[in-house]
């Protein structure tokens, strides 16, 4: 029995989630080795990624040939979409302490907490579409 799809809103939170969930080690990684002589921090970019997983903005004016099995043909329908990758780097700037680690922990810390307020966001996002579709299939008696 294949997976269950629950529609493209909870594949982009699934992916945003991962993503955070990623950004949040990579900080974690930075900020435990932020005293290590030579250490370059690891920055990870998920967002650019997420976007191009988006199928792009169907033009109003055009009626697009919608298909709801993998053996009807599809004919004009998303394109230019791509898988969901992330990617990390290692920040190869200059040295912020005098040991040669470029890791400046003030700026981690930052990005951990805006890191933090998206993932709750993206986590509510989905917590809020599963109830939707929670109520959509629940019987009313």
Do not use: C, W
Request: cysteine-free; charged content about 20%; aromatic content about 4%.
């Amino acid at each position: 029995m294949g997976a269950i799809n629950f529609g493209q809103t909870v594949g982009i939170l699934e992916n945003a989630m991962s993503g955070a969930a990623t950004t949040n080690a990579a900080v974690a990684n930075n900020v435990a080795n932020a005293s290590t002589p030579q250490f370059q921090r690891t920055d990870v970019s998920f967002k650019d990624a997420l976007a191009r997983t988006e199928a792009p903005s169907a033009d109003p004016n055009e009626f697009l040939l919608a298909t709801d099995d993998p053996r009807q043909i599809g004919v004009d329908g998303p394109a230019g979409t791509e898988a969901f990758s992330i990617t990390s780097t290692v920040d190869e700037s200059e040295q912020m302490r005098v040991d040669g680690s470029n890791v400046d922990i003030d700026q981690e810390m930052a990005k951990l907490s805006l890191n933090s307020s998206y993932a709750q966001t993206m986590a509510q996002l989905a917590t809020n579409s599963f109830t939707r579709i929670k109520d959509a299939i629940q019987e009313h008696a």
